[in-house]
């Protein structure tokens, strides 16, 4: 069994409380990003894409209880960033586990192996390792030569040392099915507790933009994928998600099921999507209009998606319905899924000629120096310099400027918020600005990393190994 019974139990009985207080909207799990900082610079995320003060910022241990405590939930899911580069994460993990919230640490495993002595084994703590495939398909995912192996030691000695892991993989369009399911049993051999998996979502800052796949093309994807299963694989999810991937099910996004806590606050809407951020959960849950997301909202930023972030939670209330009983239970019994087409379509697959490759994202406008005086511009600016991942100027009436990073803005009110470069927080009013400034560098300008990329092919070309492709972010 991939998930210990006090476990289940645990998320049975909470789930169960929150249906008999007849709550439409709880979470499930919470998504605690204690920094943003990393020490990869993966293809497919666009996590690290902040100027240097924003990527020197970590949330305190204190901060992080009160998150977990303000929400109430079961489940604590630490991704980051890399929650490892954290100083303080060994005191964050052992107060989670006090307070007996189940708590997956996510990570790249660079650092898994040396920090191991930082942490007890416990029913209550799991490192969720980031695997994305095979050895070249991992590396060339992750940017970095030689990074499979060193997860898949840290995989192993942490098993060895008695504690939980699993693994978290993303499927990007374009991967050799095959190579998918060799890499399951290759995780089974490691000795994983069970494996989470879950499609390349389309994150417009994400650096590569062209192996993000549509939602029936995803469904076609896993039919191959989870269809015919071995029968050693053991998934860490619920099976009724597994299901909706396949295209077997069809659910509905429940974005609040796994809300996301980090320096800026609680993100609006989801962990992925960022529309704003409130100061409490309760302000998050009230103030989100959740109407305007998800798959069956119309809203284009969410036609492809099918993450777990948005979709698992669903499944797993769905559970807790009459034939959400008969439907798990019959998943849980019936797990091969046995599928003659998808087995005769993975049989007639070729092996891509080449793997996946890189792809850079399309130009971003560099707004570096451009100003806009308050006017007729100025909402219309405020727009852009939210989407802008760069430091901004505001020089106010008063002639008094404030440098730093808009990370919210609320058009209702007519006030945006900013990050400052000392450290605090402010709220401006439209009225008050006299000009805006783009004044640092976008760091999710696809320039940027086309030089990334262009570095790293000609290490590797040297004869380089080990190769850490990582971005200069902190100044």
Same mark, same amino acid.
């Given at each position: 069994?991939?998930?210990?019974?006090?476990?289940?139990?645990?998320?049975?009985?909470?789930?169960?409380?929150?249906?008999?207080?007849?709550?439409?909207?709880?979470?499930?799990?919470?998504?605690?990003?204690?920094?943003?900082?990393?020490?990869?610079?993966?293809?497919?995320?666009?996590?690290?894409?902040?100027?240097?003060?924003?990527?020197?910022?970590?949330?305190?241990?204190?901060?992080?209880?009160?998150?977990?405590?303000?929400?109430?939930?079961?489940?604590?899911?630490?991704?980051?960033?890399?929650?490892?580069?954290?100083?303080?994460?060994?005191?964050?993990?052992?107060?989670?586990?006090?307070?007996?919230?189940?708590?997956?640490?996510?990570?790249?495993?660079?650092?898994?192996?040396?920090?191991?002595?930082?942490?007890?084994?416990?029913?209550?703590?799991?490192?969720?390792?980031?695997?994305?495939?095979?050895?070249?398909?991992?590396?060339?995912?992750?940017?970095?030569?030689?990074?499979?192996?060193?997860?898949?030691?840290?995989?192993?000695?942490? !098993?060895?040392?008695?504690?939980?892991?699993?693994?978290?993989?993303?499927?990007?369009?374009? !991967?050799?099915?095959?190579?998918?399911?060799?890499?399951?049993?290759?995780?089974?051999?490691?000795? !994983?507790?069970?494996?989470?998996? @879950?499609?390349?979502?389309?994150?417009?800052?994400?650096?590569?933009?062209?192996?993000?796949?549509?939602?029936?093309?995803?469904?076609?994807?896993?039919?191959? +994928?989870?269809?015919?299963?071995?029968?050693?694989?053991?998934?860490?999810?619920?099976?009724?998600?597994?299901?909706?991937?396949?295209?077997? %099910?069809?659910?509905?996004?429940?974005?609040?099921?796994?809300?996301?806590?980090?320096?800026?606050?609680?993100?609006?809407?989801?962990?992925?999507?960022?529309?704003?951020?409130?100061? &409490?959960?309760?302000?998050?849950?009230?103030?989100?209009?959740?109407?305007?997301?998800?798959?069956?909202?119309?809203?284009?930023?969410?036609?492809?998606?099918?993450?777990?972030?948005?979709?698992?939670?669903?499944? !797993?209330?769905?559970?807790?319905?009459?034939?959400?009983?008969?439907? &798990?239970?019959?998943?849980?019994?019936?797990?091969?899924?046995?599928?003659?087409?998808?087995?005769?379509? +993975?049989?007639?697959?070729?092996?891509?000629?080449?793997?996946?490759?890189?792809?850079?994202?399309?130009?971003?406008?560099?707004?570096?120096?451009?100003?806009?005086?308050?006017?007729?511009?100025?909402?219309?600016?405020?727009?852009?310099?939210?989407?802008? %991942?760069?430091?901004?100027?505001?020089?106010l009436d008063t002639g008094e400027c404030i440098d730093g990073y808009i990370f919210d803005r609320?058009?209702?009110? @007519?006030?945006? %918020?900013?990050?400052t470069k000392t450290g605090g927080k402010s709220t401006v009013k439209y009225a008050d600005i006299?000009?805006?400034?783009?004044?640092?560098?976008?760091?999710?300008?696809?320039?940027?990393?086309?030089?990334?990329?262009?570095?790293?092919?000609?290490?590797?070309? @040297?004869?380089?190994?080990?190769?850490?492709?990582?971005?200069?972010?902190?100044?």
């Amino acid at each position: 069994m991939p998930v210990p019974a006090s476990q289940m139990w645990t998320v049975a009985s909470y789930v169960l409380r929150q249906k008999l207080k007849g709550r439409k909207r709880y979470p499930l799990v919470l998504m605690l990003e204690p920094l943003y900082r990393c020490n990869l610079a993966c293809a497919g995320c666009g996590k690290i894409q902040y100027p240097g003060h924003i990527l020197k910022r970590e949330l305190t241990p204190e901060e992080c209880f009160r998150a977990v405590e303000e929400c109430g939930v079961p489940t604590v899911a630490i991704p980051g960033g890399e929650p490892l580069l954290h100083p303080r994460i060994d005191e964050i993990v052992r107060g989670l586990v006090a307070r007996k919230k189940y708590v997956y640490l996510c990570t790249n495993a660079l650092l898994l192996k040396q920090k191991l002595h930082l942490f007890q084994p416990s029913k209550y703590l799991t490192f969720s390792v980031h695997m994305d495939g095979e050895k070249e398909h991992h590396d060339l995912s992750v940017c970095m030569e030689g990074g499979y192996e060193i997860a898949l030691e840290a995989i192993r000695a942490a !098993v060895n040392a008695g504690f939980r892991v699993t693994t978290n993989t993303t499927v990007f369009e374009g !991967v050799d099915s095959q190579s998918v399911r060799a890499f399951f049993t290759e995780m089974m051999d490691a000795g !994983v507790e069970g494996m989470m998996v @879950s499609p390349g979502y389309s994150y417009d800052k994400a650096p590569d933009q062209r192996h993000f796949t549509g939602r029936e093309r995803n469904q076609a994807m896993f039919r191959k +994928i989870l269809s015919n299963r071995d029968a050693r694989w053991r998934f860490n999810m619920s099976p009724l998600f597994l299901e909706f991937l396949m295209g077997k %099910r069809n659910l509905q996004c429940t974005a609040w099921g796994m809300p996301a806590y980090g320096i800026f606050g609680w993100q609006k809407p989801c962990y992925l999507l960022q529309d704003g951020y409130a100061d &409490t959960f309760r302000e998050l849950l009230d103030s989100t209009g959740w109407e305007k997301y998800g798959y069956e909202s119309g809203n284009p930023k969410c036609a492809n998606c099918m993450l777990h972030s948005g979709y698992e939670a669903s499944a !797993v209330d769905y559970t807790f319905s009459l034939p959400g009983v008969f439907a &798990t239970v019959r998943a849980m019994l019936f797990s091969r899924y046995r599928d003659a087409e998808a087995q005769g379509q +993975i049989a007639a697959e070729k092996a891509p000629a080449s793997l996946v490759q890189i792809a850079s994202m399309a130009d971003r406008p560099t707004l570096k120096g451009a100003d806009i005086a308050a006017g007729e511009q100025l909402a219309e600016g405020l727009e852009q310099a939210f989407d802008y %991942r760069g430091d901004v100027t505001i020089t106010l009436d008063t002639g008094e400027c404030i440098d730093g990073y808009i990370f919210d803005r609320d058009p209702a009110r @007519s006030t945006m %918020r900013i990050l400052t470069k000392t450290g605090g927080k402010s709220t401006v009013k439209y009225a008050d600005i006299a000009r805006l400034s783009f004044t640092g560098r976008d760091m999710a300008d696809g320039r940027s990393w086309d030089a990334w990329v262009r570095k790293y092919a000609e290490r590797k070309a @040297s004869g380089e190994k080990n190769i850490e492709l990582v971005p200069e972010t902190i100044d």
